[in-house]
Every structure is written in structure tokens, then in C-alpha cells.
């Protein structure tokens, strides 16, 4: 399939999937499903921006709810004190998450797994302590409370839930789009080269610094763009979206999920986000229960669920392509250089 | 036409690399050997950028290049391939030597864009039939054969039209045959492509087979250099490397 084929197949797709997310809301007419599927876009576009970096990069941050964050209170705080429409408040957002991004990213991108992983979490942290701190701006524990003025745009309003639900929709369907298109790029194809072998690539000619730059970059925009949406849905922000926790969901998400496939981590937040709104009216034992269920997979499948049909799939088309290898081998056999003539 | 003069490089007080001169003229095929310590994959460390020299300067066409960056390095044109194949296990052979023409094009931050671009197409597919792997280009990289996983770690510095490719130990880990018919491969992208090739070997039966020169380093020095029949000859190198044994064998 040519380059233009796929791309065109790809934007046919996220229409109908767009087409359908408008449909469901006549079928499944309730409130709890259409803030389900809100939530679901906002962890969706968050965990799938993760796994740019886990899945695709090789570059396994802990700290990425920092973007999660900041994503949320920056467009809350600009559209709690500053006139502006919430298309100008959403650029700001994320041009102000890309350059903190940029500056996080140079410091971190260079280290080694594990230093990257904690030194990634130590600013979302900052992030965290930063928002308790400053009590006046940011409402402390409390959160932004009072809500956010939500002005129409294009005929757009987001006070109504039905439009906040279609505007959700959308941003997750062009999100998944445009990250689906990033990691078909020649560049999603070079940061599979860096993931898969960090000291092969310098000496292929590439800047391994800059390459990863760009993709934390890229990730901490996405990452932005789900904190919108989640401040869109509570109407504020609240320390709990940048705290340490955020990242560990959106890592579960992709372990349930899976990693090597690019929706891995969107079914993985479809999972985890029943089994939170399941589990919690079944018992006060979320955590237990949560935990042993990702122990389950973990330990079980060692792997997500889309990762395990996948692969099942790969293994059966490389055994295809080796046996017809061989048989061409053979086939064309001649007879072997001697040794040493 | 590569040139190295006086290059030096110490660990901790052990000297890996010392003072090491030696002149390749462009288009040859030489060998570098010695024994295990002697400094062979240092000094190719040295020339690729993996390490800086402490001292010393690598000349490419006139041009000191020591203490670039590796890919500073190999856009300057010097390439190579590992003593342990360093490929990209998860990536199709086709997609990796394509990903690799996308480096060395400059193509490989495009993101406006989808991965393949057609217009690399013919570069990797006349690499992959140079290193004998285009029946191979679907199956991903993890799944080939040892000799293989070789073959296409040298074609991936193949793909950037190296006027120096370095080969460490390219046929370590094989058996006689597969040997042979991975010295008859290089041989023969050696003779298509006319580049500078300088490999690293210990099968001395390889090296005077195929090598113009061969470079001889023990302990970091150069013990010796010259053709192959002067090198086996050469008393210092049979005593400190060849043995005499290799001698009355080849006498």
C-alpha cells in the first residue's frame, strides 16, 4: 500500500470512528456514558503520548503526567483570568507545554534508563509541589475550583455535555490521527531504531539527542492536549492530576493495553477505566483488587492484550516467511565457495 | 585516503592505543591484526568517534577529524560494522537498511511524510542485493541467522556510501563456509562500491587471502605493516602473533 493509500485509509477510518462516537450517545443514552467516553479521551490521548515515548522510543518516563498537569491548570488558569476564546487558551497551553518540554527534555533526554525514568518524575513532582505551594494561583490542595468559563467557539459550546462530548471525540480521533501518523513518519521509524539499538544509531549519522528531543517534545504536546480535556470535563484542575499517580495510570494503561500496538494504550484506558468505575461500586478495595489484576497480566500474558494478539500474528507470518525462505534456499543452492581457495 | 598519526588512548593508566601511525590510500583493502588486547577495536573506536583520542590526528582526505561525534564522523564519510552485529532486532531487514538510507539522506526527521519514501526504495534494494539479503527483506532482523545478522550490520554501514568502511571480526562466530562465503560478499562490495575497506580478523588464512596490507598492532603499538607475504614472514610478528607453528605450516 502506498504512503498516500495508507494515509487516506487511516483519515477514512478515524471519520467513521468519529461518525460512530457521535452515534453512540442516541444508543447509550446516559450521562455516565458520555462522561465515560470524555475520560476516556482525555487518559486516551495521554497514555497513547506516553507510549510515543515507552513503545516507540525506548524512553521509559515516569514523569510524564507533568504534561498531564500542566496541560490541565495552564488552561484553566488562562481561562479563569484572562478573556480569551478556548482556542487561543488551548494553543497557549500547549506552545507553553512545549516549552517546558523542551527545557525538561534537554536536561533528561541524554541519561540512561533509570535516571531518565526518576529525573522525569522529580519535575512532575516539581510540578505537584509547585501547585500546592502556590496557594493564591493555583488554589493549593484545593484545586482551581469555580469552574472555567466555557465561551461558544464555531458553534461549538462546552457547557453543554453533548457538544463537550462530541469536542472530546474529535480531539481524541485527530490526537490518534496525528500520533499514528508521527510513528509511520520516517521519524517514528528512526525512534524504533533508537529504541531498539541506542548505540547502533550515531554511527548511522544520527543525532540520537535531537531525535529524542523531538519525540518528548511531541509526547509532552500530546500529553497537554489530555489535561485540556480533563479540565474541560471537571471544569477546574486538581493537584491529583499532577501528582506521581497520573504517570503510574497511564503506564498500566499501556501494560493492559499493550505497547507494540498503536491503539494498545487506548484499549488499555477503555480497561482500566471500567474496572476503576466497576471495582469501585463493588468495594472500598480498589487498590487490591487493581493491583491484582495487573499482576494477572503482567505475570500471566507478560504482556498487554493487544501485544499478545499481535504478536501471536507476527510469529505466524515470520514462521510463513522463514519456511519460504529456506525453501528458496534450497531451491537455489549451488555449490559452496571451497573454503579457503 | 585515510591517514592516522600518533593517535593515543589511555584507560586508567593502561595504554590502549599508543602512538599508533599508519596511512591508508584510498580505494585499498587492508587488514588490522594481532593478538587479543592489542588495541584493534580501540583504534577503530578511535577512528568512528566511540571514543576520543587522547592524542594524535585522523586525517580523511586532508581533514583532522578526531574528537568528532560519530555521526559527524559518518557524515564525513567513514562507516562501520561491529564485531558483534549490532542491528535493530524488532525491524524487517528491508525496513532497517531503509531506515538507515533515511539517515544518511537526511530524511529521517521527516514527519510530514510516510515511511517508505519511494524515492530510497532503489538505494536499499541495491544494498540488500550487494549483501545477498533482498530474499530476507520481510523477515524481521531478530530471526536471521548469525551470519546473516553479520551480513546486514555491514549493509547498513554499506548504505551510506562510506569512503572508509571499517569491519570488526566480520566473520566471528562462523563456520568455515559461511566464512568464506561472508569474505566472498565483502570481497565482492570491496570491488563494486571502491571504497577504503580496513578490517579487523584473526583467521590469518582470510587476511593473506584477500588483504593488499596488513597492519600488525600488539599492545597498542604498530609491531609491524606490509604486504602479506611480508607479514608473514616478519620474525617480530610470527614471535609476539603468528607463532611458529604458522610459519613451517606456511613455508
Redesign the interface.
Known sequence: MSARSSLLRDSLIAIAAFLVLAALPYIFPSKGFTDFVVRLAAFGIFATSLNLLVGYSGMESFGHGLYFGLGCYTFALIMQNFAVSIPVAFLLTIFLSILVAVVVGSICVNLSEIYFAFLTLAFQMLLHSLIIAWTPITGGDQGLTGGIPRPPFLGIRLDNYYHLYLFSSGLLVVCLLAMHHIVQSPFGYTLRMIRDNVSRAPFLGINVFRVRLMAYVIAGAFGAVGGIVMSLFVSGAFPDFAYWTISGEAIFMIMLGGLTVFLGPLVGAVMLLLLNDVVTKLTSHYGIVLGGIILLFALGLRKGVLDFVADMWRDRRQATLSAENRSEVAASAKPAVAAGE | MLTIENLSKSFGGVAATNDVSLHFPKGSLSAVIGPNGAGKTTFFNLI??AFRPDKGRILLDGTDIAGL???EI??RGI??A?QIA??????TVH??I???V???RH????????????ELEDRAAHVMQLAGLT??A???SR?LSHGDQKLLDIA??L??EPQVLLLDEPTAGMG??E???MI?TVHRMWELERMTLIFIEHDM?IVF?IAQSVKVLSYGRVLAEGTPDEIRRHPEVIKAYLGDEFEAAHA
Not at chain 2, 86 to 91: A, D, E, M, N, Q
Not at chain 2, 107 to 118: A, S, Y
Open positions: 568512528t568517534g561525534s560519530p555521526p559518518v557524515r562507516g562501520r561491529f549490532r542491528i535493530f532486532p524488532t525491524l525496513d532497517a531503509l531506515g538507515a533515511q539517515a544518511h530524511q529521517h526527521t521527516v514527519i510530514g511524510r510516510r515511511f517508505p519514501l519511494p530474499s530476507k520481510k523477515i524481521v530471526n547498513l554501514a548504505v551510506l568455515p563456509e566464512r568464506w562465503a566472498d588464512s587471502k
